[in-house]
């Protein structure tokens, strides 16, 4: 689901319990971001599966080289005990992936985290 929030409305709102999470898409040569989806999650392990859910759109879209990371990612079950550890400790977590055009930036963001 695309919305027209962007993560700048997402950390203003600063929503208390919620955990913020956005997707954008970064074009390498340009100095702007799309947002590719938003959600706002009740606890850190929605808001790792939705992490989760974006990561899956995004490495479906992307070349097989550079998919592998995200692949990988999704399997790593070790990173995702270290996600929920931050998420759970109030650090925000962030993922990066990118092919030759475009850095990916996966982020959830806990409440009373500071921006």
Do not use: F, K
Request: proline share 5%; charged share 20%.
């Amino acid at each position: 689901m695309l919305t027209s929030t962007t993560p700048e409305d997402l950390a203003a709102a600063g929503q208390s319990g919620t955990y913020r999470c956005w997707a954008t898409a970064n074009p390498l040569h340009d100095t702007s971001s799309i947002l590719l989806g938003s959600h706002e999650a009740t606890s850190p392990r929605l808001a790792l599966r939705w992490l989760r859910e974006r990561t899956r759109n995004v490495t479906d879209q992307l070349d097989m080289a550079y998919a592998q990371p995200g692949r990988y990612w999704l399997r790593n079950e070790t990173e995702h005990e270290r996600a929920l550890a931050y998420l759970t400790t109030g650090t925000a977590y962030q993922l990066t992936l990118h092919d030759e055009n475009t850095r990916y930036i996966l982020v959830a963001y806990p409440p009373g985290a500071s921006s």
